[in-house]
Structures are given as C-alpha cells and as structure tokens.
T-cell receptor
Framework: EDQVTQSPEALRLQEGESSSLNCSYTVSGLRGLFWYRQDPGKGPEFLFTLYSAGEEKEKERLKATLTKKESFLHITAPKPEDSATYLCAVRSITASKLTFGTGTRLQVTL | SAVISQKPSRDICQRGTSLTIQCQVDSQVTMMFWYRQQPGQSLTLIATANQGSEATYESGFVIDKFPISRPNLTFSTLTVSNMSPEDSSIYLC???????????FGQGTRLTVV
C-alpha cells in the first residue's frame, strides 16, 4: 500500500527565514509526486509534479526536489503570504488515485 | 488547468437528511474523484466517479451512504445520505485530464451536520 509521511506537522518561520519541508514516500512504482498548497476553507492548489529522482522544479520562492525515497519543498526567504498547509501526494504506476500525506502547516510571521 | 465549480460551497444540515453536492468542470476530463477532508486532517479518497457506470469505492466507503453519479465527462454528483454529525467534513471534487498526471481540485463543500 502506498504511504506518504510529511514532516514537520507544523512550522513557524520569520519572514526571510528559509527552511525545508519533507515528504517521505513508499510506492510500488512512482508515476508522479505532487505538491499542493491549501489555504483554510479552500481546495488544494497544485504547485508541482515530480516524476523521477534528481528532478527539480521551481516557482517563485518554492523549489521542489525528489529522491527515490523522499521529496523536499524548499522555501527561500518566505513571506507571510506563503502561510498555508502544504500537502504532498503520490500516484503509483498501478493506480489512478492520489495518496496524500497529512500536510505541513506553515506560518510565516513578520 | 481545468476550472472546477462545486456547489454548494457550504451547508448546515439536520441529521438523518441527505445532501447532494455537484461538481461541474469546464472541459472534458478523464477521471473525477471525490475526497473527504475531516477537520484538521488530510484528504481521504471516497471514490472514483466512472462515466456511465458505477463508481469505484475505497475501503470504508459504501454506495448506500455515498451514492455517486457521473452522467458525462464534465459533471458528477456526490450524495451524503442519512447524515450524522460524524459526516461533518469538507467534501472535495478532483479531476485529472488532458494528458497530464496532476489532479486539480474544486473549492470544496463545507458540510456541518447538526
């Protein structure tokens, strides 16, 4: 069974203080690993798809990386508007569904 | 990416009643899914909505409780039947299509059962 574990559960950063979120996964053949951002009361917003180990994707202050066992979401010089819950999910080559982790709640303060 | 409209956005319902949630997509999509997100929790897949046939339910979810329809490639409904307070959650519609692997989500329906 596919499994996704995210850490930490919650992270509080000061504006400009860079950090990384971790997503460890177990999957029977990775079709894709996905990062989403979710604001309170809203549906998840798609950020990145990573397909193979060594792949990296960037968007503004966010950079996602992938190894064979985990993915990192690096946040460089975060701003208060980056505060949200960040969700990681995987899809295996044998399934159509996504398996989600429990998320990391990020709070960025001034 | 697809534009997904979910209705209603929120509702407060009496226990024992049923609520039908609609999901409309602005383009034809390959797959449609329904998720539940309980307070403070992550997303749990309820079922895959199959066009023209019965939905495929995940372990712990049954058709009598969560009947799903998908009459065409752009529309689906999820009904939460005989509701109890434990059904209070956010229900999310998700779609995959257009040759991509990522899923896109609607804004969700916040359901409170009293």
């Amino acid at each position: 069974e596919d499994q996704v574990t995210q850490s930490p559960e919650a992270l509080r950063l000061q504006e400009g203080e860079s950090s990384s979120l971790n997503c460890s996964y177990t999957v029977s053949g990775l079709r894709g690993l996905f990062w989403y951002r979710q604001d309170p009361g809203k549906g998840p917003e798609f950020l990145f798809t990573l397909y193979s180990a060594g792949e990296e994707k960037e968007k503004e202050r966010l950079k996602a990386t992938l190894t064979k066992k985990e993915s990192f979401l690096h946040i460089t010089a975060p701003k208060p508007e980056d505060s949200a819950t960040y969700l990681c999910a995987v899809r295996s080559i044998t399934a159509s569904k996504l398996t989600f982790g429990t998320g990391t709640r990020l709070q960025v303060t001034l | 990416s697809a534009v997904i409209s979910q209705k209603p956005s929120r509702d407060i319902c009496q226990r024992g009643t049923s609520l039908t949630i609609q999901c409309q997509v602005d383009s034809q999509v390959t797959m449609m899914f329904w998720y539940r997100q309980q307070p403070g929790q992550s997303l749990t897949l309820i079922a895959t909505a199959n066009q023209g046939s019965e939905a495929t339910y995940e372990s712990g979810f049954v058709i009598d409780k969560f009947p799903i329809s998908r009459p065409n490639l752009t529309f689906s409904t999820l009904t939460v039947s005989n509701m109890s307070p434990e059904d209070s959650s956010i229900y999310l519609c998700s779609v995959v299509g257009g040759g991509v692997t990522e899923a896109f989500f609607g804004q969700g329906t916040r359901l409170t059962v009293v």
